[in-house]
């Protein structure tokens, strides 16, 4: 039976981190027995590691991994490392935030023979007028870079074959900042396949998003300056 690791990074999440484990750790159930949930806790600080913990007893399929803080795409490496080195057969991740819904997961799971790299697209968004903006402007910034459309890149709604994702893996850059969309960028530019499914992103369930406008346009000046370094690479 295939080996599903869904990652999820959490940062800060105490107030949502118990009921998106409660609600993604059936999937892995479902799966197979040897399927699990891993929670990579990125430095909180605040309760979620200590509540992610204590719920190891209650999810026999959950890991909690904790590291220090460097962002979301460093977290995510770190998971999709960690699911490679346990041999997992597919890598799914998700944010703990509750924005995503585990009932839209059955349609990638179907499919996931099809082609390496499949990804959710966000067409019924309720994240606010200034998410959608941040997705458009990523869109145009990777067009111009690598010359290639790419529909959703950043989306925390992706299955992956982990016999690709290893070889893709070694192209990225260690804790490399938006490691999702340079993920995406590879598998896009080398055709190893990536197929789209719509998803709705709801709002967060609970707490604030610890990405405010300072920190966006941040984010999207380093990011411009580590692609464009990478422009030609692959």
Not at 48 to 55: C, F, H, P, S
Not at 81 to 108: C, H, N
Not at 118 to 128: A, N, P
Not at 175 to 200: D, W
């Amino acid at each position: 039976m295939d080996k599903l690791f869904i990652i999820m990074p959490a940062y800060n999440e105490e107030e949502n981190i118990h009921n998106v484990i409660a609600q993604w750790h059936p999937v892995a159930e479902r799966i197979s027995p040897d399927s699990r949930l891993v929670v990579i806790d990125d430095g909180s600080r605040d309760r979620t590691l200590t509540i992610a913990r204590n719920l190891k007893k209650t999810y026999p399929r959950l890991i909690v991994l904790t590291k220090e803080n460097q962002g979301h795409g460093p977290a995510v490496l770190y998971g999709y490392r960690y699911a490679v080195s346990k041999g997992a057969d597919y890598v799914f991740q998700t944010d703990s935030d509750g924005q995503t819904l585990p009932s839209e997961f059955p349609i990638f799971w179907k499919n996931r023979r099809k082609c390496g790299l499949l990804i959710g697209s966000r067409v019924k968004r309720m994240d606010g007028l200034s998410r959608i903006f941040v997705t458009w402007v990523l869109q145009m910034v990777l067009l111009i870079i690598f010359r290639i459309p790419i529909r959703d890149a950043n989306t925390p709604y992706r299955l992956m074959q982990c016999s690709e994702l290893k070889k893709v893996l070694t192209k990225v850059p260690e804790n490399f900042f938006l490691s999702n969309v340079l993920i995406t960028v590879i598998y896009t530019k080398q055709n190893r396949g990536v197929h789209y499914y719509p998803i709705t992103f709801l709002e967060r369930q609970n707490g604030s998003n610890s990405i405010n406008l300072k920190k966006i346009l941040l984010i999207g000046s380093r990011a411009f300056f580590q692609f464009w370094r990478l422009r030609n690479t692959f």
